[in-house]
């Protein structure tokens, strides 16, 4: 096969099927594999993805498919098992594989073999190589080397790159400018991952796992069941107060507590640890005033006004002893109302009416956060009055007690907020959350407003931080 007649059987049919089973897995034989690929093909697969030599020798014989060959062969020398070596490659290439795929990172190769001599062997025997790449330095390398079609293959799954939630298709922007065909692969597992990629510029896509094999799928579905027995601490992060909430397994809100939050990060911290041993914890969900990135929980931004000494807090197992899962306040109380039996499956936005403004909102399972953790500024945005909606439905701004024309004030600002969001996000429902949300004052208004006072009253943000750490949203 020449380069040319790869371009064309792709743009006939871009979805590559990779018929492989997980390691050990039941489905992992020659004759079950080939049932899929067929299954595959009479949907219009024209190219298949194959590992190990009597898996493509079945496969192969029996559908007739061009195949990228590939063998999976681990060795004590390095860490290079993709096609390592030339015999590897040349037990492909008897085989009659088209595309030879190997690794096309620039890692030390077994027996100190060269990916530019493996890739010239492939052509002496007029095959193609597909370079299995983890990032552009590895991209270019191979391209160096000769390799006729680049994969992005290793995407995530080396130290080159940090793993994507999904397929990395950053990395595929990337490397389609370099002047050679990129066949786009790695965690793809939507229809609008496929189409994403190809409007990118990749040639045709691998498809693996989401196809064919059911250990993956089992995995990816299978729901998150907590089995340890500890109960789970809940910590509500706000303005003025810093609550701790002890739930079990079944998140019910066993005992509570609450301190004025300390101005000091050590302070806070210092007082987590003590609520977590007291109570004897297992683990720590957090909902914190300001951005917090879930992977790392570090506060990246807070208004010291509100939080002092709060950015570059870490909320951590490194510095809290536990395992933890963090979000800013308005996920979290987000998530929580998502995580309710009355709104689970739901379009979920919350707003979070407390010292400050909080919004978050959840669809699918999923957190809509930024890539850091950023949430959704509804506080920062200004009202028809000039004022930001923190300005006029703070409870720092508010106080205890309001005057009849500051809750005329805040209850018109309140409706531009519904208004607003309604109109951003098409939310299946609002819920209101928080001290000023839930007032006496602003209460009877939601029904009117058509949106939903909190079913977890003034905890909502401490339920919402036990829900991060009892059911992880998806991606996390």
């Not at 049919?13 to 089973?21: G, T």
């Not at 034989?29 to 299954?39: D, H, M, T, V």
């Not at 250990?215 to 729901?223: H, I, N």
Request: hydrophobic share 40%; charged share 20%.
């Amino acid at each position: 096969m020449t380069q040319a007649e790869l371009l064309r059987t792709l743009a006939a049919s871009p979805l590559v099927a990779s018929v492989q089973a997980s390691e050990g897995s039941p489905v992992d034989s020659p004759e079950i594999l080939l049932a899929l690929a067929k299954a595959s093909m009479n949907q219009g697969v024209r190219l298949l993805r194959l590992q190990g030599l009597p898996n493509i020798s079945t496969i192969k014989n029996a559908t007739g498919l061009p195949t990228i060959g590939l063998i999976k062969q681990p060795y004590t020398d390095s860490p290079v098992y993709i096609t390592p070596t030339k015999g590897e490659v040349k037990t492909l290439l008897d085989l009659g594989c088209e595309v030879i795929a190997l690794d096309g990172t620039d890692r030390d190769r077994p027996n100190g073999e060269t990916l530019s001599a493996l890739i010239a062997e492939i052509h002496d025997r007029g095959a193609l190589a597909m370079a299995d790449c983890d990032c552009m330095g590895s991209a270019r390398y191979s391209i160096a080397c000769g390799a006729d079609v680049v994969g992005t293959t290793l995407a995530g799954y080396t130290d080159a790159r940090s793993r994507s939630d999904g397929p990395d298709l950053d990395l595929l922007r990337e490397v389609v400018r370099l002047g050679v065909p990129v066949i786009a692969e790695g965690r793809y597992s939507a229809r609008w991952h496929v189409d994403a990629a190809l409007r990118i510029g990749a040639i045709a896509v691998v498809v693996g796992g989401a196809l064919n094999d059911p250990v993956k799928q089992t995995r990816a579905l299978m729901p998150l069941v907590s089995s340890a027995r500890a109960n789970i601490g809940a910590i509500d992060i706000g303005g003025t107060w810093l609550r701790f909430g002890n739930f079990d397994s079944e998140w019910h809100m066993i005992d509570s507590e609450r301190t004025l939050n300390p101005p000091q990060r050590e302070a806070r911290l210092a007082w987590i640890r003590e609520m977590a041993a007291k109570y004897a914890v297992g683990a720590l969900g957090i909902g914190t005033g300001g951005i917090v990135d879930p992977k790392t929980g570090i506060c990246g931004a807070a208004k010291e006004y509100l939080m002092p000494d709060h950015i570059g807090i870490e909320f951590s197992e490194r510095t809290l002893g536990l395992p933890t899962k963090a979000h800013g306040d308005g996920h979290a109380t987000a998530w929580g109302h998502a995580c309710h039996p009355r709104f689970a499956g739901r379009r979920v936005a919350s707003i979070a009416l407390g010292t400050g403004v909080g919004c978050g909102f959840v669809e699918n399972g999923r957190i809509w956060a930024g890539r850091h953790g950023e949430y959704p500024r509804l506080n920062d945005l200004p009202t028809s009055t000039g004022k930001t909606f923190e300005d006029v439905l703070g409870g720092l701004n508010l106080s205890s007690s309001p005057s009849q024309e500051q809750r005329t004030a805040a209850l018109e600002a309140f409706e531009e907020a519904v208004f607003a969001i309604r109109n951003l996000y098409f939310p299946d429902v609002i819920v209101v959350a928080g001290s000023v949300g839930l007032s006496d004052w602003m209460k009877p208004e939601l029904a009117r407003m058509e949106v939903e006072a909190s079913p977890f009253g003034t905890d909502a943000g401490l339920f919402g931080a036990a829900a991060l750490a009892l059911y992880p949203p998806c991606g996390e």
